[in-house]
């Protein structure tokens, strides 16, 4: 009687890996015992652009997947038991892979024990040095050293405008207060990531949270705050946060953006272009999102069962792609629909965006 066959993979089935572009990576298949036949690898690895076009078309589409993008690999015997295959990672992304071997004349594949092997190829430019500055630009200029926007007396005259309903906003640091800051920030500390709380404008009176307001609360997003800016006849406020942008990649840094998609302040764009994207109850009342038991009622809740608004959405980060930004952070990001977030993902790394 012949013994079984049993297949031996390394790195071992199941196990999930983090690589980075150009990196190497080598798959080795043991037998138990010597057997005539050829051994395969298995992989989606270097067929990134198939993967990413059927992710947007089952998310767009609705379209079935069929996993073209999955193909075989011959691996080099080595010797009577062994088998392996180097393989180079020229594309980010997502992959899977695992041995298989099919005896002479068999047309059964022989798999080792295991789930596929998880391969997961990060930007060759985050291998190291990823150090993140977090800033509020509110408080740079002369709100940097002490946190104190005004003087006792000055207190006095706003508490009193406040009593009367008046809106009293004192001045705010700009993109170029920042600018001035980079030599420290990645130079004498050496940050090569500049992340910036929500750059976007935000209500300044009609629900309004806090003196400024909540970055939080964004109400156009792909604009920036008017308050971020110097007055300057030559340069826009767009143009000012794009000044920031060549500061940071002048001193080969990266810059990420704070965009919170999950929700919008009060009367913000949306409100009136596409009011059926907010997220009502039955007696038509808007909903506020939370977490943790706590409600922000300062914030409108979006609803993610439109697929124009998943549209609208990624248009949105193409955007600000193209200004150059180079990542994002999405706050409330857990409570936007997975398949959204996968969607985005792909659809930005198939337009070399991001």
Same mark, same amino acid.
């Given at each position: 009687m012949v013994p079984s066959l049993l297949l031996y993979q390394s790195p071992d089935p199941g196990t999930r890996l983090q690589r980075f572009?150009?990196?190497?990576?080598?798959?080795?298949?043991?037998?138990?015992?010597?057997?005539?036949?050829?051994?395969?690898?298995?992989?989606? $690895?270097? &067929?990134?652009?198939?993967?990413? #076009?059927?992710?947007?078309?089952? $998310?767009? &589409?609705?379209?079935?997947?069929? #996993?073209?993008?999955?193909?075989? $690999?011959?691996?080099?015997r080595v010797d009577d038991q062994n088998f392996a295959l180097t393989l180079a990672l020229n594309e980010v992304g997502h992959f899977e892979g695992k041995c298989v071997f099919f005896e002479t004349g068999s047309i059964t594949p022989l798999w080792p024990s295991g789930e596929n092997t998880v391969i997961n190829v990060q930007p060759w430019a985050t291998c190291g040095s990823n150090i993140v500055y977090n800033a509020f630009v509110r408080q740079f200029g002369k709100n940097k050293a002490s946190g104190i926007t005004a003087t006792p007396i000055d207190r006095q005259w706003i508490s009193a405008l406040d009593d009367q309903g008046y809106t009293v906003i004192p001045p705010s640091g700009t993109f170029r207060d920042l600018i001035k800051e980079l030599d420290f920030i990645m130079g004498d500390l050496g940050c090569r990531i500049l992340q910036l709380l929500p750059i976007n404008p935000t209500p300044t009176t009609f629900g309004r949270m806090g003196r400024f307001g909540s970055p939080y609360a964004a109400l156009d997003f792909t604009a920036?705050?008017?308050?971020?800016?110097?007055?300057?006849?030559?340069?826009?406020?767009?143009?000012?946060?794009?000044?920031?942008?060549?500061?940071?990649?002048?001193?080969?840094?990266?810059?990420?953006?704070?965009?919170?998609?999950?929700?919008?302040?009060?009367?913000?764009?949306?409100?009136?272009?596409?009011?059926?994207?907010l997220v009502r109850d039955e007696e038509g009342k808007i909903e506020n999102p939370g977490a943790w038991g706590v409600t922000w009622e300062d914030l409108t809740k979006l609803d993610y069962s439109h697929k124009d608004l998943w549209k609208y959405i990624a248009r949105v980060f193409l955007t600000w792609c193209r200004r150059g930004v180079d990542g994002f952070r999405c706050d409330a990001g857990y409570m936007i629909p997975f398949f959204f977030l996968k969607a985005w993902v792909e659809r930005s790394q198939f337009a070399g965006t991001c």
């Open positions: 572009q150009g990196d190497l990576i080598t798959f080795e298949l043991r037998m138990s015992q010597s057997r005539s036949g050829m051994a395969w690898f298995r992989t989606n $690895i270097g &067929h990134g652009n198939i993967t990413r #076009k059927e992710i947007i078309a089952h $998310i767009e &589409h609705h379209e079935t997947p069929l #996993k073209k993008d999955w193909f075989d $690999i011959p691996m080099i920036v705050d008017t308050a971020l800016a110097e007055f300057d006849a030559k340069t826009t406020p767009m143009e000012q946060f794009l000044e920031l942008v060549d500061a940071v990649h002048q001193r080969n840094g990266k810059i990420l953006i704070d965009i919170a998609v999950n929700h919008t302040g009060w009367g913000a764009e949306i409100h009136e272009t596409h009011p059926q994207w």
